[in-house]
């Protein structure tokens, strides 16, 4: 597989493309990500990446200087650039270091981000194709000829082997057989025994067939050759082999093609393998799965499930319309059974999980909340398993801003006495939040809906009337005026002024004269 790496200061960004791309099917193995130009070349001397998405305008070590480095340290690397339209001067001279491909991130599109990796990805392939005919030995590597069929990464000889030719005559199907993961730290460190087990297993429980057995990231991928009309008998021996190593503790799972005869439709018939495989999300675990229909490409997906709504139903404490409405958005998403849909509305439940823990949660904890929760759903397979760990993240979110509104009984009124009381000091949102111990989101939101103002207009409201009063009442010189309500700088007092009233200070003094008696 092709590894790819993404660097971009923007975690929303990086966590936008990591959920829109499917990798796996595009036969792509991500290695990491990181937020500055520095720490995404550091990255890179470790994983090595066959492909790099990265910003352009990053702090630190900026994304051209990161480019530049890499490429002295491997010129084959291929990099897609990410930037905005402003920054469009640096990409042209990012296109003359020879980066591959330049996306706007106002337009980033599953569809878009996927078509220039498959692209990029060609660009790859092609190259390391005709490396290898060049060194091509006469003899040729059966199983890793069909490996690389099935990934495609192979040109093919123009003479088949004669075995080889014997066996297409029956033709045959290409598997994704993935192991039922295991919620243990050491998964991933275990991952390669894990799949050699399933190679030695399927090897085991299916020798009366050809098969050819290979590693796909997580998952082991295999050809079966068979004949068409033993398409029952096949299916039985695969559900057999799904039976016996579950009694050796192993549950797995087995998405499978249609039947094909042309070897070079190994990559398309491997690819419907993986569709299938993903579809486990629907059937569960411990199955044969075999799809014939191609997905949707997702699109109208969003104007199916107005999600937004659960925004308002959090706000509004109606725990169990909302805990309806979401059983209805994965019930709808079940009968329709189509991966891309349910990726694309993960997606934007887990934006609206981040948005409203930012109102509802510490700012010290709502970054690491954010993210565990990813991490989690991760981990997750199983539409129903999905459904089940959205519920309890939103009424876990439900309960929190419930506790919230118990705590800020009365706190408006509190903070507007204490702003009219302490004018002549410096204020803020996010001294006056911790203060009264809430979040400074939820405390600007509350103090808007119950008063219609904003918190820092209010607080510029009590500060210039009281400077009127002064004004009206003293003869105080303007800038002993200014720091009694709390501005150490008298230029900003005066702007502050004008902007409020819409006239300067000069012109207010002379109002309040001809008003004298």
């Not at 192993?250 to 070079?264: A, C, E, F, N, Y």
């Not at 419907?272 to 629907?282: E, M, T």
């Not at 308002?312 to 891309?340: A, N």
């Not at 809430?438 to 918190?455: D, E, M, R, V």
């Amino acid at each position: 597989m092709l590894k790819v790496m993404i660097v971009d200061d923007e975690r929303i960004i990086r966590y936008g493309i990591i959920s829109m791309v499917h990798w796996e099917k595009l036969g792509l193995e991500l290695v990491g990500e990181a937020s500055e130009g520095k720490e995404g070349y550091e990255l890179f001397l470790q994983k090595r990446p066959d492909i790099v998405i990265t910003d352009l305008k990053m702090p630190e070590l900026d994304g051209l200087e990161m480019v530049r480095r890499i490429k002295e340290t491997d010129e084959n690397v291929k990099f897609i650039i990410l930037s905005g339209y402003e920054d469009f001067s640096y990409a042209k001279e990012a296109i003359h270091l020879g980066v591959s491909e330049y996306l706007l991130k106002s337009d980033l599109m599953p569809e878009d981000i996927e078509h220039i990796l498959e692209k990029v990805m060609k660009e790859i392939r092609e190259n390391g194709a005709e490396e290898k005919e060049k060194t091509r030995e006469t003899k040729v590597n059966i199983p890793k000829l069909i490996e690389e069929s099935c990934k495609g990464i192979c040109l093919l000889p123009r003479t088949l082997p004669g075995e080889l030719k014997e066996e297409l005559n029956k033709g045959y199907c290409c598997l994704c057989i993935g192991r039922k993961e295991i919620v243990e730290k050491d998964f991933e460190n275990n991952l390669g025994i894990y799949n050699h087990e399933i190679k030695n297993q399927m090897e085991k429980w299916m020798s009366d067939y050809t098969i050819y057995l290979f590693y796909w990231g997580k998952q082991v991928g295999a050809v079966v050759f068979y004949r068409e009309e033993d398409e029952t008998d096949l299916n039985n021996a695969l559900e057999k082999s799904i039976t016996e190593m579950e009694k050796q503790g192993m549950v797995i799972t087995i998405g499978r093609s249609p039947h094909g005869k042309q070897l070079d439709c190994a990559h398309e018939l491997f690819k419907k393998a993986l569709v299938s495989y993903d579809q486990r999300a629907f059937y569960g675990y411990g199955k044969v799965i075999k799809v014939a229909r191609k997905e949707s490409d997702g699109s109208g997906a969003k104007d199916s499930y107005p999600v937004n709504r659960i925004e308002k139903l959090v706000e509004y404490d109606k725990q169990e319309e909302l805990v309806q409405f979401l059983e209805e958005i994965f019930e709808t998403i079940k009968r329709r059974k189509k991966c891309e849909e349910l990726a694309l509305v993960s997606m934007d439940l887990l934006l609206i999980l981040n948005k409203i823990a930012a109102k509802v949660k510490d700012i010290e904890e709502v970054f690491q909340w954010k993210k565990d929760i990813y991490d989690q759903y991760l981990r997750l397979e199983l539409v129903d398993d999905i459904k089940e760990w959205f519920v309890e993240k939103f009424v876990d979110l439900q309960k929190c801003k419930r506790r919230l509104d118990e705590r800020s009984v009365d706190v408006v009124d509190y903070i507007e006495d204490y702003i009219k009381e302490h004018y002549d000091r410096k204020l803020s949102l996010q001294d006056l939040s911790e203060m009264v111990g809430l979040n400074k989101n939820y405390l600007s939101a509350l103090f808007k809906k119950k008063t219609g103002k904003n918190i820092g207009n209010y607080i510029t409201e009590v500060k210039i009337e009281q400077a009127k009063e002064f004004m009206k009442s003293t003869t105080l010189r303007m800038n002993v005026i200014a720091e009694k309500v709390g501005y150490e700088d008298e230029r900003y007092f005066y702007k502050v002024f004008k902007s409020y009233t819409g006239i300067t200070t000069t012109e207010y003094m002379r109002q309040i004269s001809k008003e004298l008696p």
